[in-house]
């Protein structure tokens, strides 16, 4: 049973999923903080269940999944509903990958959170990594993985916590403007730490 978290974190394009999925390579167990949102959505959820009756019927699709293009417009527009929204799923989301994390297997367990230090998740885990690359790098990798415009990308920037915030927050560092064989090295050789970390813990 792994007790001891590492909560994983990084600007969007920063490459997170990437160093994620190496250490997944290791054996390590993943937690993903995006899959547990759509998973305590899922039709038949209690979460679904409690969006529709307060959003009503106008936030599903037809075959009853949760529209989540007419949701984010609504709560764009409303702060309040916003709250409203997260209010209900953010203590969903905890206590599902705390659950997650005391069923996993290996040595110790890797929470994937974009948001780790805006939403305070890091008071969840034991210790924390971040995947950092310069703004000019995160703009230019995302406007080319998914098809938005910069500007859109500016938007996301600057509504996550500034990158020196996050910097100074983190335990460890991995800087991800080089190649894919640098970090796979980055990667063993935080795993050997968390290996010996957690044995202590």
């Known amino acids: 049973m792994a007790n001891f978290i590492i909560g994983l974190t990084g600007g969007i394009g920063s490459g997170k999923t990437t160093?994620?999925?190496?250490f997944a390579e290791l054996g390590i167990t993943l937690v993903d903080a995006d899959i547990v949102a759509r998973e305590i959505v899922q039709q038949g959820s209690t979460g679904l269940n409690n969006i529709v009756q307060h959003f009503g019927e106008?936030?599903?699709?037809?075959?009853?999944?949760?529209?989540?293009?007419?949701?984010?417009?609504?709560?764009?527009?409303?702060?309040?509903?916003?709250?409203?929204?997260?209010?209900?799923?953010?203590?969903?989301?905890?206590?599902?990958?705390?659950?997650?994390?005391?069923?996993?297997q290996s040595n110790y367990v890797i929470m994937v959170v974009p948001l780790l230090f805006e939403n305070g998740l890091?008071?969840?885990?034991?210790?924390?990594?971040?995947?950092?690359?310069?703004?000019e790098l995160q703009q230019q990798r995302t406007v080319a993985r998914d098809a938005v415009t910069a500007e859109q990308v500016k938007?996301?920037?600057?509504?996550?916590?500034?990158?020196?915030?996050k910097l100074s927050k983190a335990d460890d560092v991995i800087?991800?403007?080089?190649?894919?064989?640098?970090?796979?090295?980055?990667?063993?050789a935080l795993h050997n730490l968390y290996l010996s970390l957690a044995d202590n813990s």
């Open 122 to 135: 890091d008071s969840l885990v034991d210790r924390t990594l971040l995947v950092d690359i310069s703004p």
């Open 19 to 22: 160093v994620a999925n190496i």
């Open 58 to 104: 106008q936030v599903l699709l037809a075959d009853g999944s949760l529209n989540r293009a007419r949701l984010r417009e609504i709560i764009f527009k409303d702060d309040s509903e916003r709250l409203w929204l997260n209010s209900l799923l953010h203590p969903m989301i905890r206590e599902t990958m705390l659950a997650q994390c005391k069923e996993a």
């Open 175 to 188: 800087d991800n403007q080089g190649e894919i064989s640098a970090l796979k090295c980055k990667v063993q």
């Open 155 to 165: 938007n996301i920037i600057g509504s996550q916590a500034s990158r020196a915030e």
